[in-house]
């Protein structure tokens, strides 16, 4: 397709757009697919010089999905899922990046997107209503709607130990992997990190490496995998049945149809509890794993049994004791720092050539020339390191771009203290701006491709309702946005979340960050009803035009909150 922006009558030379998309996964992908349908005319703005965001960036040995690959897929083209074949019960990242250029190729969506390409920032025009952003080459565009698609996971922390340029051997990321081939045969290796990447990279990089040394801050729950071939059996019924399973996903509460026990682990013997969870256990992966009881996310007591279960797999898993107390998570529940999955992970460290070092009282004081220095003193040398830490998640990406909203106002001063946003979806104070599964929406407590293709798809209605009824602007009320971000805390209060005072989500990873948990933990299904009835009663609860539409906005009090919070589960 012809890139279609004009230049005429736009000051300043720049480019003009209908919309801008910032990032080129699998939401940057799907929203330029629909506002293109649309007949609106496109940009998207992509950093990377590839496309597919998460699994462009992370191919790291061992990167893989930890959602069935029939469960995270597009869902928006029949044709599409029928011509796809997937080949794995989880699918590894060279497969899902694959799939997304298929995607891309399938429905003619390069021309429309420009690689290398890094947005610095962004600033409302309110005399012209367009925003004007600015990349990293100094290009300039205009555009009336800014969609954010920029992901939840793609700010990665960077390692910043005092001598890492001193470090005479090799040093990676997994947020950032080489293209070219890394080799790690006859290599001593350390990996920094245990959470979800260091547990996928370590056995991998156990086989390779001639020794690998895994530093582990604190030891997280993890639930087997047990990745296999899919059957052709399995695909053919699948693709019989797609359509019906995607009306399922998109009805349940993280993206997957499961059957939950109704049961509260409390009503149950010590004996049913344990068939459960071996049942569950045994299928595999965490979705399943975590239904054993309805109110594993919502009662401590429930957790805490979960919990002792995972720790003897763990310990049945490891040979040496002392070795698998250190490999043991405590004082956090389950689930509630986001839980791996992994393929072989504990047994890896029955190898002779790996070392577990424990660094949660001893931490990294820096690198040296030859390795790792530890506060201690301890000095360990290697030829290669691996950082697997993670990222500013959440709320990271967003503020690493300079956002001007009305009256010049800055996101990252409106967010110094906490982000806040009208249902992930809009922010008061920036017109026009979308945020495809941002802060306050299920987003990653959620299959993210299922809570992807939902926002896109509101914000392509949102767009279209403004154009069939000549509204220039949009833009959330603060009190509409104040209700909503007071209804998610209450939510969150009545799970077991704010237990796990170390954890990704609620920023205690990134030095300095302000904690709160900016997750909505209602369910996909409360969430989509909400989100629904804005759409369905004309957007009434947003200033449309800088006049407000009408109507009340719908928070419902902390009774109905909690109720709310008990229908977990999550992923
Ligand atoms: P992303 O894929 O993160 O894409 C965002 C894009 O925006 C990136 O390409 C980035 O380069 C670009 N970008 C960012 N800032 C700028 C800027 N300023 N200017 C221009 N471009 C910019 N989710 C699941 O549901 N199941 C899983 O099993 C799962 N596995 C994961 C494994 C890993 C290793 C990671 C990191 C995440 C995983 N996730 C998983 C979450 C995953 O991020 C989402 O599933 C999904 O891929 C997000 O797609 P996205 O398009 O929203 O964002
Ligand atoms: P992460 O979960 O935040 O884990 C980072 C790890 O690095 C943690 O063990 C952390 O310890 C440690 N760490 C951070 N800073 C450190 C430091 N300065 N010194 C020592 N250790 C440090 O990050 P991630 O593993 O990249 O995963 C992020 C998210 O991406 C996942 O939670 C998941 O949502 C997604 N992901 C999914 C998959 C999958 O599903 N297939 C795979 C990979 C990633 P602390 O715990 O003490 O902070």
């Not at 029928?82 to 298929?102: F, G, M």
């Not at 990089?205 to 001639?210: F, H, N, R, V, Y």
């Not at 009256?407 to 009208?422: F, I, K, M, N, Q």
Request: negative net charge; hydrophobic residues 35%; glycine residues 8%.
């Amino acid at each position: 397709m012809a890139d279609r922006h004009q230049t005429d009558g736009a000051p300043s030379g720049a480019r003009e757009y209908d919309a801008i998309v910032i990032g080129a996964g699998f939401a940057g992908l799907y929203m330029l697919y629909r506002l293109r349908e649309r007949g609106l005319s496109v940009r998207v703005l992509e950093a990377a010089d590839g496309i597919g965001g998460t699994w462009y960036w992370n191919s790291y040995p061992g990167a893989r999905c930890d959602v069935e690959s029939m469960d995270y897929s597009y869902s928006f083209d029949p044709e599409l899922e029928q011509e796809w074949t997937w080949t794995e019960k989880y699918p590894a990242q060279p497969e899902i990046l694959a799939y997304i250029n298929h995607v891309a190729d399938r429905f003619d969506l390069r021309p429309d997107i420009q690689l290398q390409t890094r947005v610095e920032s962004a600033t409302w025009d309110d005399g012209a209503h367009r925003w004007e952003i600015v990349t990293d080459a100094g290009e300039r565009f205009r555009a009336q709607f800014v969609v954010s698609a920029i992901g939840t996971l793609s700010a990665p922390l960077k390692p910043r130990y005092e001598g890492i340029d001193d470090f005479q051997g090799e040093w990676y990321q997994t947020q950032d992997w080489p293209k070219e081939p890394v080799s790690f045969e006859g290599k001593r290796v350390a990996v920094v990190g245990t959470g979800s990447s260091g547990v996928q990279a370590i056995p991998e990089i156990a086989k390779e490496a001639a020794h690998l040394t895994v530093f582990q801050r604190t030891p997280n729950f993890s639930v087997e995998g047990k990745n296999r071939p899919l059957t052709a059996e399995e695909i053919a019924e699948r693709k019989a049945g797609y359509r019906e399973h995607r009306d399922k996903q998109r009805n349940s509460n993280v993206g997957i149809p499961l059957a939950i026990n109704e049961r509260s682990g409390l009503d149950m013997t010590h004996e049913e509890r344990i068939a459960e969870m071996e049942e569950r256990w045994g299928y595999g992966g965490a979705p399943v794993f975590n239904v054993s009881f309805v109110d594993i996310m919502t009662n401590i007591e429930v957790n805490e049994i979960v919990q002792d279960f995972v720790r003897d797999k763990i310990r049945a898993k490891v040979d040496d004791p002392e070795l698998a107390d250190l490999l043991t998570p405590r004082g956090h529940p389950f689930a509630a720092k986001r839980l791996c999955v992994d393929h072989g992970y504990f047994e890896t460290f029955n190898r002779d050539n790996v070392d577990l070092v424990p660094i949660t009282d001893n931490p990294i004081d820096r690198l040296t020339p030859d390795g790792i220095r530890l506060a201690d003193g301890s000095e360990h040398e290697f030829d290669a390191i691996v950082f697997a830490i993670g990222y500013d998640a959440i709320s990271g990406s967003l503020l690493r771009i300079d956002i001007r909203g009305r009256d010049g106002v800055s996101l990252r001063d409106e967010w110094a203290e906490r982000p806040a946003t009208y249902h992930g979806l809009t922010i008061a104070g920036f017109p026009n701006l979308f945020t495809v599964t941002g802060p306050y929406s299920p987003a990653v407590l959620a299959v993210m491709i299922v809570a992807i293709e939902q926002h896109v798809e509101w914000i392509d209605a949102c767009i279209g309702h403004l154009r069939d009824h000549g509204i220039e602007t949009i833009e959330a009320t603060r009190e509409a946005q104040e209700e909503w971000v007071a209804h998610v805390d209450e939510v969150t209060a009545g799970t077991v979340f704010p237990l796990a005072t170390n954890s990704y989500y609620n920023g205690a990873n990134v030095p300095g960050k302000p904690r709160n948990f900016p997750l909505y933990a209602g369910g996909l299904i409360e969430y989509n009803r909400r989100i629904d009835e804005v759409a369905a009663n004309g957007y009434d609860s947003y200033l449309l035009d800088g006049r407000p539409a009408g109507g009340d906005t719908e928070a419902g009090g902390a009774d109905e909150a909690a109720a709310i919070a008990s229908n977990g589960p999550w992923n």
